[in-house]
């Protein structure tokens, strides 16, 4: 009895970490033909969603983030698995790079804490050429 009230007690803190991950990034495609793609989400004060994309070597990558209300409400950083484009919080809302390698980019979009303005819609626009 007291084995099973033992593996049953694992495997529910085993649950509990799985359930308790952070959601995957959501990925950014382009429709067919085209070379930039917008997507949006609402987050309150020092809440952050995570976007994924590719790019090849080579291309230029630009990011403007935008918010509903008006403002500068909103900042991001990019990080790429395995190369140096990992940046800090930028207070600026646009940022644009050479992808030094072919493959995933996450995107972080953090909303800044405000007194005046606790929840926001965002507007991340990703341009690829």
Do not use: C, H, W
Not at 39 to 46: I, K, R, Y
Not at 115 to 122: G, H, I, L
Request: charged share 25%; glycine share 8%; aromatic share 12%.
């Amino acid at each position: 009895m007291k084995k099973l009230a033992l593996s049953i007690s694992v495997l529910l803190l085993a649950g509990l970490g799985v359930f308790g991950q952070k959601a995957e990034p959501k990925r950014i495609s382009f429709e067919r033909g085209k070379t930039s793609a917008t997507v949006t989400g609402t987050l309150s004060n020092d809440q952050e969603m995570d976007f994924v994309f590719g790019a090849k070597a080579g291309q230029t990558v630009k990011l403007k983030v935008t918010s509903q209300p008006k403002g500068n409400l909103f900042d991001f950083r990019i990080a790429g698995d395995g190369f140096e484009v990992e940046t800090d919080y930028d207070s600026y809302s646009e940022y644009s790079f050479t992808a030094p390698a072919t493959g995933d980019y996450l995107v972080f979009v953090r909303k800044r804490s405000t007194e005046s303005v606790r929840r926001a819609k965002f507007f991340l626009r990703l341009e690829i050429n």
